[in-house]
């Protein structure tokens, strides 16, 4: 019996190792090459797959339950070699993403899901030890955003479980959900003593690209671009083109808490800006570098002062909009540096589903700026406002007495938004 068992064990390994050999080839290497320069015949190659062998064979044979090598468990070994290799080279974005997730992931790049209206990420900490699940950028106008979330909020617990070693995959699962139900995140954020939890009700998140268009003064033109996604540049391509006809004298572009999206959507949402040369550049392994011209004859921007609104909320695909525009003195940039996420993945689909998302190269702006972890600083610096000590509490005494959209509404008209009085300011300096 025992020789039976350690037969059908070899037999898996066998076809484990003949399934990397198969990915190594898919990937553009051969079926005799790994990428780390390891042939699948390499005796120290396989010597490291000796060690799985010999940890199945252990718990074939001690565990004390029945023991399946089944997708679970494949799923739990694919995800401990992403982050370990994230881990090395603090990278959090390669990673593994089972069918759900993956579907998820692909529901929003075409534009709506249910859900709260934030995008996460593993990040290391400014305040707490480690790596944990952060908001880079509530998205606004939606659940999260109203309930108060920030960017660079930890999540500790979802629905009272623990983040703390969670997949990135996993956590976005649990706070999806179908519309009008709850979730209960409990936050801990900078500066703010205790943790606190936020009960959250799921709805309907429609990533439109452009919202709140309006003139300023009766002059400017201003709106905010929310996220990238496959039909941005036709919302942009609108919105420029309203500018003109509506023969605006300044525009102010929002990109605050907009957390990205399509590298390809940036990309042709900067040819409607530049005339001609690099968008972006993609480097890639042992400096190879691929650069995305702007395709001629797309320009169709204003010719009027231009300011782009940024904060630490403002990442990925909005960087490289911003870091063109910055780059090639069309914009001028206000507000706060921005996040700083100028990794580039590739999505591997798998045949069951499944994917992987692998980080192949590093974007660099439009004159070839490495922001990776770094942000983009603005031209013009101005802090958001920030809450007294102590008004928070008092604040939440009046919600308690006041109606929830009267509360949003006074809310609204308290607040004043530095960052855009400077922009306004600026711009009539201009004309």
Not at 106 to 120: A, H, L, M
Not at 229 to 238: A, W
């Amino acid at each position: 019996m025992k020789k039976e068992q350690k037969k059908r064990i070899n037999i898996i390994i066998v076809v484990f190792l003949m399934l990397v050999s198969f990915i190594a080839g898919y990937l553009g290497k051969g079926f005799q090459t790994l990428q780390a320069g390891y042939g699948i015949s390499d005796k120290s190659f396989l010597d490291k797959f000796d060690l799985m062998r010999d940890v199945i064979n252990l718990l074939q044979y001690n565990y004390f339950e029945e023991f399946q090598l089944d997708k679970k468990v494949v799923y739990g070994a694919i995800r401990g070699m992403l982050t370990a290799v994230g881990e090395e080279h603090k990278d959090y974005y390669t990673r593994f993403m089972d069918p759900k997730a993956y579907e998820d992931m692909s529901v929003e790049t075409r534009g709506k899901f249910g859900g709260i209206g934030i995008y996460i990420g593993i990040e290391k900490s400014d305040f707490l030890r480690g790596e944990w699940v952060t908001v880079i950028s509530p998205i606004e106008d939606t659940p999260a955003y109203r309930a108060g979330l920030l960017a660079g909020d930890v999540i500790l617990k979802i629905d009272g479980k623990p983040t703390d070693n969670m997949a990135i995959e996993e956590a976005v699962s649990l706070i999806r959900g179908e519309p009008g139900t709850e979730v209960v995140l409990t936050i801990a954020r900078k500066g703010v003593e205790q943790p606190k939890d936020y009960k959250i009700i799921r709805d309907i998140i429609p990533l439109n690209t452009v919202k709140d268009w309006k003139m300023l003064d009766g002059k400017i033109a201003y709106f905010k671009w929310i996220y990238f996604h496959e039909e941005s540049r036709d919302e942009i391509e609108k919105a420029l083109k309203r500018v003109i006809n509506e023969k605006a004298k300044g525009l102010i572009i929002d990109l605050r808490n907009n957390p990205g999206g399509l590298l390809q959507s940036a990309k042709d949402c900067v040819d409607l800006f530049l005339k001609e040369g690099p968008a972006v550049h993609i480097q890639g392994k042992r400096g190879n570098k691929e650069t995305l011209f702007c395709k001629k004859g797309d320009e169709i921007y204003p010719k009027v002062p231009i300011v782009i609104l940024i904060n630490k909320g403002s990442a990925s695909a909005s960087e490289i909009v911003a870091g063109a525009l910055q780059d090639n003195k069309i914009a001028t940039l206000i507000g706060q540096k921005t996040f700083g996420k100028g990794s580039v993945q590739t999505l591997h689909p798998l045949k069951d589903g499944s994917a992987v998302a692998i980080t192949t190269a590093r974007y660099l702006t439009s004159k070839g700026r490495d922001i990776h972890a770094k942000g983009i600083e603005p031209d013009i610096e101005v802090k958001e406002e920030e809450e007294e000590e102590g008004k928070e509490e008092e604040a939440n005494k009046k919600k308690e007495k006041l109606d929830k959209k009267q509360v949003i509404k006074k809310e609204d008209e308290e607040k004043k938004d530095l960052q855009l009085e400077k922009a306004i300011e600026f711009i009539k300096s201009k004309i």
